[in-house]
């Protein structure tokens, strides 16, 4: 499967734990975003990368959450002392950007469904 | 500040008919337009996308027409089926598509057999 995968599916934590989020874009893509789906609304966007360079990052982003993608390969999204507010569905894209004015579709992995107890 | 606006959370047709699903936005910087499909405990799927540049796009039952000084957009699905039930979202993007999504709240499609 040459999709968007991102590991694990669902994670239940305590207020206060930290948790970590992996995703692993579409081989021969050079950008990957993460977004935030909560209940009832559409995803909203959290950050991005351009191979290993975070170019943006939203002001939903905490300080609490901390995003790399070393190598300009797989991305990790991490989220630090947990709060139940951070209960969501943490989705994933990637993109070949290219040189085209347009066409630059985002592919989205499963999510990662995560509940803060 | 709600850039992309689905006003209709859900819609119901019959199988065969058409299904029109709506979609407006408030920045005039958009200039990339996006349908994903999403069904439960799944990520979006994209569907169909249009540039500024065009006012149609057509793949095969999906349309997506595009109204720049409307500020409107919306999908067509003919015929529809049963497949097709599940929520649509449009999404908005500067600089062709290459920066972030803007996403609407999303429309619930049923298509009744």
């Given at each position: 499967?040459?999709?968007?995968?991102?590991?694990?599916?669902?994670?239940?934590?305590?207020?206060?734990?930290?948790?970590?989020?992996?995703?692993?874009?579409?081989?021969?893509?050079?950008?990957?975003?993460?977004?935030?789906?909560?209940?009832?609304?559409?995803?909203?966007?959290?950050?991005?990368?351009?191979?290993?360079?975070?170019?943006?990052?939203?002001?939903?982003?905490?300080?609490?959450?901390?995003?790399?993608?070393?190598?300009?390969?797989?991305?990790?999204?991490?989220?630090?002392?947990?709060?139940?507010?951070?209960?969501?569905?943490?989705?994933?894209?990637?993109?070949?950007?290219?040189?085209?004015?347009?066409?630059?579709?985002?592919?989205?992995?499963?999510?990662?469904?995560?509940?803060?107890? | 500040?709600?850039?992309?606006?689905?006003?209709?959370?859900?819609?119901?047709v019959q199988e065969g008919r058409i299904s029109i699903l709506n979609c407006d936005y408030t920045n005039s910087m958009f200039d990339y337009f996006l349908w994903y499909k999403k069904y439960p405990a799944e990520g979006p799927t994209f569907l169909i996308s249009i540039s500024s540049i065009k006012d149609k796009n057509e793949d095969g039952r999906f349309t997506v027409f595009?109204?720049?000084?409307?500020?409107?957009?919306?999908?067509?699905?003919?015929?529809?089926?049963?497949?097709?039930?599940?929520?649509?979202?449009?999404?908005?993007?500067?600089?062709?598509?290459?920066?972030?999504?803007?996403?609407?709240?999303?429309?619930?499609?049923?298509?009744?057999?």
């Open positions: 499967d040459t999709g968007v995968s991102q590991n694990p599916r669902h994670k239940i934590t305590k207020r206060g734990q930290n948790v970590t989020f992996r995703c692993d874009p579409i081989s021969e893509h050079n950008r990957l975003y993460w977004y935030r789906q909560t209940l009832g609304q559409g995803p909203e966007f959290l950050t991005y990368f351009q191979n290993e360079a975070q170019l943006e990052k939203s002001r939903l982003l905490s300080d609490r959450f901390s995003a790399e993608r070393p190598k300009g390969s797989f991305s990790t999204l991490e989220i630090q002392r947990t709060e139940q507010g951070d209960s969501a569905m943490y989705l994933c894209a990637s993109s070949l950007a290219s040189l085209a004015r347009w066409g630059d579709e985002q592919f989205f992995g499963p999510g990662t469904r995560l509940t803060v107890l | 500040d709600q850039q992309v606006k689905q006003n209709s959370p859900s819609l119901s595009l109204n720049k000084s409307a500020k409107h957009l919306s999908l067509h699905i003919v015929p529809s089926q049963p497949g097709d039930s599940a929520v649509y979202f449009c999404a908005a993007s500067a600089q062709g598509g290459s920066e972030k999504l803007v996403f609407g709240k999303g429309t619930k499609l049923t298509v009744n057999p």
